[in-house]
């Protein structure tokens, strides 16, 4: 099982970014995926989440993020979007995808077994 992520990069605030996790060895219909950020020196965060097609696909998002990003998923593609709009200063971080076997999203990044290597997002102020 494989997941790349890619789309990060550098932006002046209020820009926009769509980061992408492609995923291989993996169906949506029974795995949950997250995207999880880690800034320096603070711990690794919960960004949004979706789970399972066979739950319905339901979606999560930090109240940080809310209103401003979305996820989506291509499962023609089998990639989960992360769609970044007026973005932040404080959205700098290294952005990560994950993937748990089973229906629900969790929130803890320890609940997800498989991770990508993670994208580089900055937002310049």
């Known amino acids: 099982l494989q997941l790349v992520e890619s789309g990060g990069g550098l932006v002046q605030a209020g820009g926009s970014l769509r980061l992408s996790c492609a995923a291989s060895?993996?169906?949506?219909?029974?795995?949950?995926i997250g995207w999880f950020r880690q800034a320096p020196g603070k711990a690794r965060e919960v960004v949004s989440c979706?789970?399972?097609?066979?739950?319905?696909?339901?979606?999560y998002y930090a109240y940080s993020v809310k209103g401003r990003f979305t996820i989506s998923s291509d499962n023609a593609k089998n990639t989960v979007y992360l769609q970044m709009n007026s973005l932040l200063p404080e959205d700098t971080a290294v952005y990560y995808c994950?993937?748990?076997?089973?229906?629900?999203?969790?929130?803890?990044?320890?609940?997800?077994?498989?991770w990508g290597q993670g994208t580089q997002v900055t937002v310049s102020s």
């Open positions: 994950a993937a748990r076997r089973g229906f629900y999203y969790f929130t803890a990044p320890d609940e997800y077994e498989y």
């Open positions: 979706v789970s399972s097609r066979r739950d319905g696909g339901n979606t």
């Open positions: 060895g993996l169906f949506f219909e029974d795995h949950a």
